[in-house]
């Protein structure tokens, strides 16, 4: 692991991305207007495109050009954006997310109330 308060290697970042990500899915709305539509379509293409990772970003834009974004609800591009972080996860050989505790994971916190 490398310090704090040094540049962020591949994994740090990833995990603070991922952070971020999944954490802009737990606030999206359930039911989201079409500008907060288009806005996150649009966020998520340009990310895809400035990801500070190139190799890491090339992958992800394949995997968005086979999977196209999906931003109609929260539950829909949390179960996407779950889908996509299992397929770096398998090309990382990381284990698999359960994506159906996607939200505890992400936003309720899980049902044991560890998360307070
Ligand atoms: P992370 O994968 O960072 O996950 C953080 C936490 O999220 C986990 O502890 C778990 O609680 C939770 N989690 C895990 N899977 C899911 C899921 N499917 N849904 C919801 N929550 C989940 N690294 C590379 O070496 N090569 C790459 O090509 C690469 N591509 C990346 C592409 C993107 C878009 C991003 C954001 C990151 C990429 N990374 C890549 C980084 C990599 O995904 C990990 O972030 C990094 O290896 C650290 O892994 P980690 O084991 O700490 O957990």
Redesign the pocket.
């Known amino acids: 692991a490398t310090p704090n308060d040094c540049p962020a290697d591949?994994?740090t970042?990833?995990?603070s991305?991922?952070?971020l990500?999944?954490s802009i899915a737990a606030t999206y709305p359930t039911r989201p207007t079409p500008a907060e539509q288009s806005d996150l379509r649009t966020f998520m293409g340009v990310f895809?495109r400035l990801?500070p990772?190139w190799?890491?970003?090339e992958?992800?834009q394949d995997y968005m050009r086979r999977e196209r974004v999906r931003v109609g609800s929260r539950d829909e591009f949390g179960m996407w954006?779950?889908?996509?972080?299992?397929a770096?996860?398998v090309?990382?050989g990381?284990d698999?997310?359960d994506?159906s505790k996607?939200e505890e994971?992400?936003r309720t916190g899980w049902k044991d109330g560890r998360c307070g």
Do not use: M, P, Q
């Open positions: 591949v994994e970042l990833g995990r991305t991922w952070t990500l999944h895809s990801y990772c190799v890491c970003a992958d992800f954006l779950c889908e996509a972080h299992n770096v996860n090309k990382l990381k698999i997310f994506c996607w994971r992400w």
